[in-house]
């Protein structure tokens, strides 16, 4: 399965980010998907994730209320929407694949993207 993460940017404080993340070799709705984030310096810290079939939604408690996690079936893609964005979420962030499971430990995801740059100006 190969990921494309793409969708960042810069944005002022305040202002929101749609990240998409699209797969390829696989139908993406038979797979859990999660977005993580790693700023310089930082450990990757989870983001959120979206379970496979049901599409139930998990989110970090730095995030919720702010961010939603979406599938779109038709174009096999998986989109993070940042609303009300804070200096404090400027990091790379990187969406992932797996079969299903724990949805917060980057280490039990089988497939990565390569990251998209966010940078939320104060």
């Known amino acids: 399965v190969q990921l494309q993460a793409s969708g960042g940017g810069l944005v002022q404080a305040g202002g929101s980010l749609r990240l998409s993340c699209a797969a390829a070799g696989r139908t993406f709705s038979s797979l859990a998907v999660g977005w993580f984030r790693q700023a310089p310096g930082k450990e990757r810290d989870f983001v959120a994730a979206?379970?496979?079939?049901?599409?139930?939604?998990y989110y970090a408690d730095s995030v919720k209320g702010r961010f939603t996690i979406s599938r779109d079936h038709a174009k096999n893609t998986v989109y993070l929407q940042m609303n009300s964005l804070k200096p404090e979420d400027t990091a790379v962030y990187y969406c992932?694949?797996?079969?299903?499971?724990?949805?917060?430990?980057?280490?039990?995801?089988?497939?990565w993207g390569q990251g998209t740059q966010v940078t939320v100006s104060s």
């Open positions: 992932a694949a797996k079969e299903d499971g724990i949805f917060n430990i980057g280490a039990l995801y089988d497939y």
């Open positions: 979206i379970s496979r079939g049901s599409g139930n939604a």
